[in-house]
């Protein structure tokens, strides 16, 4: 059913924008066909549980190849891979772009090649085929009130942001700073980047303690494993009673909410992301469907959750990732 319900939403964003999406010019049914999956970083838990999503529903179709490949945390090196791929001439490409403004002339030369490019979670500044996203500008808003809530709508927040020019990082905090708004009395006292990455979330949430002593009552990081890193510097600090939330709902900050490491998180089911990139991606190829036109890129959104203490376990070990 979840599969069905995914298709019929990707050919309805394709239907509303007037566009006939069945034109054969490849059999998507019958042909061999080549995907490449190009990862930010393809060992991370999310990016391992997109690529296994997408791998899982590629086999059901049988003529279909998946490829992977490691961005390494580098635009450069997903500009490469993008280009090798043009020139392999894959017949679809669904990526993680690392910084979507670097990333776009790339993913323009695959479409301008005839190449459809479906994004996961996060976008370029390029029109492509699709983005299927985790949700950003919401779960930051949810986190926002989540905090207030806890805080009684008074104290100091912390942020710890993501790398530079990464959109879902921008849509994250811009929910979050919108939702900020209504409550006067929450102050946020600083805001540094750490890159995604937990070691440097780590050492930034040590930087924050040091120099704010006392005055942190809430933590809010763009992703777990910067959530994680900057819980694991409060418990070594010996700082009890901050609130610290992250977003996208990995297994171990599943595990450090069970602990009281970490307060919450906004948990999506990956496998299903990367299935459903998949699917929209299966729909596009040997249709006629032309981009040319278009403004902006139809985005599909993955349902999320919001977890704490109280529902955690309501997470199953087969939606764990």
């Known amino acids: 059913m979840k599969k069905f319900l995914a298709i019929v939403l990707a050919l309805a964003v394709v239907m509303s924008l007037g566009i ?22 393809a060992t991370e838990a999310n990016c391992t549980a997109w690529g296994n999503g997408i791998k899982n529903e590629a086999a059901y179709w049988g003529n279909v190849t998946v490829d992977t490949y490691d961005g390494e945390k580098s635009a450069d090196k997903q500009i490469t891979l993008v280009n090798d791929c043009i020139a392999q001439e894959y017949d679809g490409i669904i990526i993680q772009t690392y910084n979507k403004a670097t990333l776009t002339p790339a993913i323009e030369d ?41 805080l009684g709508g008074e104290g100091n927040v912390v942020v710890i942001q993501a790398t530079p020019g990464a959109a879902r990082g921008i849509n994250l905090e811009a929910g979050f700073q919108d939702a900020l708004k209504a409550f006067d009395g929450i102050k946020i006292l600083d805001e540094q980047s750490a890159d995604w990455n937990m070691e440097k979330a ?30 694991m510097a409060c418990q070594t600090a010996g700082v009890e009673g ?27 089911n990956c496998y299903d992301q990367g299935a459903t990139a998949l699917r929209l991606l299966m729909m ?12 902006a890129t139809p985005v599909i959104k993955m349902p999320p959750i919001t977890v704490t203490k109280d529902n955690v376990d309501t997470i199953t070990a087969d939606q764990r990732w």
């Open 242 to 268: 901050i609130q610290i939330w992250g977003a996208n709902g990995e297994t171990k900050a599943l595990e450090y909410i069970e602990q009281g490491i970490i307060t919450g998180t906004v948990y999506t």
């Open 110 to 150: 695959a479409e301008d090649a005839g190449i459809p490019v479906v994004c996961i979670n996060m976008d370029s500044d390029a029109v492509c085929h699709g983005l299927v996203s985790m949700t950003d500008y919401e779960a930051g808003a949810v986190i926002a009130n989540k905090i207030a809530e806890a």
């Open 202 to 231: 780590n050492t930034t949430m040590q930087n924050f303690l040091t120099s704010y002593p006392g005055q942190i009552n809430a933590v809010f990081a763009h992703n777990d494993q910067m959530a994680e890193g900057a819980g």
């Open 20 to 41: 006939s999406a069945f034109a054969a010019d490849k059999d998507p049914y019958t042909d061999e066909l080549r995907i490449a999956w190009i990862a930010t970083a």
């Open 284 to 295: 596009y190829i040997g249709s006629d469907v032309d981009i040319s036109d278009w403004d």
